[in-house]
């Protein structure tokens, strides 16, 4: 956690640099305002960011929480612009081929990045949309024929997303009239002890069949021990590597988080041991990140549910996430497992989105005898 923070604050100091660097370039702007004032506002928003890192999450208070906010939305906004900007200048050779224009051009840029910015900030705070997969699963029992699976991922519940945020999640899933609610992890942003008032709010989710989760790496991040004792009171069980049996026929198995596994170079067939001895009927696994799903459709697995990749969140950053996840955001078939992997129901960092926004997934389990 400690490098993945140096390495952000790395990312955003050299952003935040390429931005000003341009934005001094353009003429209209620096006819307005001094550059040093211009600095002066980089370097706040360069502080803004680091304490909030430094003292933002659970328990920073509002003052943290309104600098983390600040900081975290800057490095958004400061990677959008420069999307365009770097366009212009690779269009430009860095200004050496349109000398004359390339300031105007980068006034331009600036234009277009404010622009989807600003789009951004609107996908960002619209409410996940409902996504609805009708998944035919082998050994499914007629009688089950029909069963609706609600999954939720990427909460990051914190200093960002709070309680109010998470009661909207609640009514909207419990309008759906769930048989069984799954969370697919990183729920809780895993900096600091989360408030009760966090637990009382997930203890919301209601279903027959009951609320289950599995770990992401923001649980990781929080201690995967601590995170996990925190949901369980919360009334939401937690698969861990291990199988439960909803209904004769149906069975719910979900893996700790992947991801994690991998970078701290753990090994083992998890999901092997996460399958092990369960009944016969049709099996629906858990898994954060979409790893291992060769395996998993081997294994027996028919349908996999997973989060993690946040569908980019915003565009460009995308392309990067795809070279670690291919199956990246949507509905996929990988050997003998329908793969869904949810965009989340929440965001990461700075309440944005582009060009997509977040989503919750409805999944009507069918019997291959169904005559759905």
């Not at 305002?33 to 680091?50: E, K, Q, S, T, Y």
């Not at 943290?64 to 050779?93: I, Q």
């Not at 629906?284 to 990749?309: D, F, I, Y």
């Amino acid at each position: 956690m400690r490098m993945f923070g140096t390495m952000l604050l790395a990312a955003w100091t050299i952003l935040l640099l390429y931005v000003c660097w341009r934005v001094a370039t353009v003429p209209a702007i620096t006819r307005r305002i001094p550059r040093p004032l211009l600095a002066v506002v980089a370097i706040m928003l360069w502080g803004a960011f680091a304490v909030g890192r430094l003292r933002g999450g659970y328990g920073g208070g509002r003052a943290a929480a309104l600098v983390e906010l600040v900081g975290m939305h800057a490095l958004a906004v400061f990677f959008v612009l420069a999307v365009p900007l770097f366009a212009v200048d690779l269009v430009t050779g860095f200004g050496l081929l349109a000398r004359r224009r390339a300031g105007a051009l980068r006034g331009g840029a600036l234009i277009v990045g404010l622009a989807m910015a600003g789009f951004a900030f609107v996908q960002g705070a619209r409410p996940p949309e409902v996504i609805t997969h009708e998944v035919r699963l082998a050994g499914l029992p007629q009688a089950l024929d029909g069963t609706t699976i609600v999954a939720l991922s990427d909460f990051h519940l914190g200093s960002l997303l709070d309680g109010d945020w998470l009661a909207d999640r609640v009514v909207q899933v419990t309008a759906l009239g769930p048989d069984v609610v799954v969370l697919l992890g990183d729920l809780l942003e895993g900096r600091g002890a989360p408030p009760r008032a966090l637990a009382g709010g997930l203890g919301g989710f209601r279903a027959p069949l009951g609320v289950f989760a599995v770990t992401g790496n923001h649980e990781y991040h929080g201690g995967r021990d601590d995170s996990v004792r925190f949901l369980e009171e919360a009334g939401v069980r937690v698969l861990r590597d291990r199988w439960v049996e909803l209904l004769p026929g149906l069975v719910l198995a979900g893996v700790d988080d992947l991801t994690s596994r991998r970078r701290s170079a753990a090994t083992g067939d998890f999901v092997g041991v996460a399958l092990a001895g369960r009944p016969s009927g049709a099996v629906v696994l858990l898994s954060h990140s979409p790893l291992e799903l060769e395996r998993a459709g081997a294994a027996g697995a028919g349908l996999v549910l997973s989060g993690h990749t946040h569908g980019g969140q915003i565009w460009p950053f995308g392309y990067l996430v795809r070279r670690s996840y291919p199956e990246f955001a949507g509905r996929y078939q990988v050997g003998g497992a329908t793969v869904i992997v949810s965009r989340g129901a929440g965001t990461w960092g700075p309440r944005m989105r582009l060009w997509k926004r977040g989503d919750i997934l409805r999944v009507v389990l069918r019997s291959p005898a169904g005559a759905g």
